[in-house]
C-alpha cells in the first residue's frame, strides 16, 4: 500500500503541486505588481490613497483564490489522468493578463472615467434643475418660433394686400 502511495506521490502529485505553487506565486506577483502601480497613479492623479483602494486589492484577492482553489482541487484529483494541472494553470493564466490589463491602462483614462461619474451623479443630484432648463429651451423655442410664424403670416398677408 506504501508503494502505491510512494508512486502516486512521486510519479502525479508532486508535478502537479510544485505546478499549482508557481501559479500561485505568478499570481501573487502580478496582484502586488497592480498594487503598486495602482498606489502610483493614485499619487499621479493627486487622489489619496485610503484603505479603500487597499480593500478593493483584497476582494480581489478572493475572486482570484476561491476559483482557484475548487480548481487546484479538480487538478489534483484528476492528476491521475491530466499530465498537468491544466486547469488551475489556465486561470492562473487569465488573471495574470487582467492585471496585466490593468497596469497597462492609463491614468487619464481612469481620470475621465471618474470625471464622467461625477457629472452623472451631479446630473442625477440636480435632476428638477435640469428639467426646468430643458422645459425653459423646449418653450422658448416654441415661442420663437410662433413670433416668426406670426411674422410670416405677417408678411404673406401684406403681399397678397398688394
Not at 481620470?111 to 461625477?118: D, F, I, P, V, Y
Amino acid at each position: 500500500m506504501r508503494e502505491i502511495l510512494n508512486d502516486l506521490l512521486h510519479e502525479h502529485m508532486y508535478l502537479h503541486i510544485l505546478l499549482i505553487c508557481l501559479c500561485v506565486g505568478g499570481m501573487l506577483v502580478a496582484m502586488a505588481v497592480d498594487l503598486f502601480f495602482g498606489i502610483k497613479k493614485a499619487k499621479a492623479l493627486g487622489m489619496a490613497t485610503t484603505s479603500t483602494g487597499y480593500k478593493k486589492t483584497c476582494e480581489k484577492g478572493r475572486k482570484y483564490f476561491m476559483p482557484f482553489s475548487v480548481l487546484m482541487c479538480i487538478d489534483l484529483i484528476g492528476c491521475i489522468i491530466l499530465p498537468a494541472p491544466f486547469f488551475s494553470m489556465i486561470w492562473a493564466a487569465w488573471c495574470i493578463f487582467c492585471e496585466f490589463k490593468s497596469v497597462r491602462e492609463k491614468s487619464w483614462t481612469k481620470a475621465e472615467l471618474r470625471k464622467a461619474e461625477k457629472t452623472m451623479s451631479i446630473i442625477i443630484e440636480n435632476k428638477e434643475d435640469i428639467s426646468k432648463m430643458v422645459a425653459d429651451l423646449v418653450l422658448g423655442h416654441s415661442e420663437i418660433k410662433q413670433k416668426s410664424g406670426f411674422l410670416e403670416s405677417n408678411i404673406s398677408n401684406n403681399d397678397n394686400l398688394n
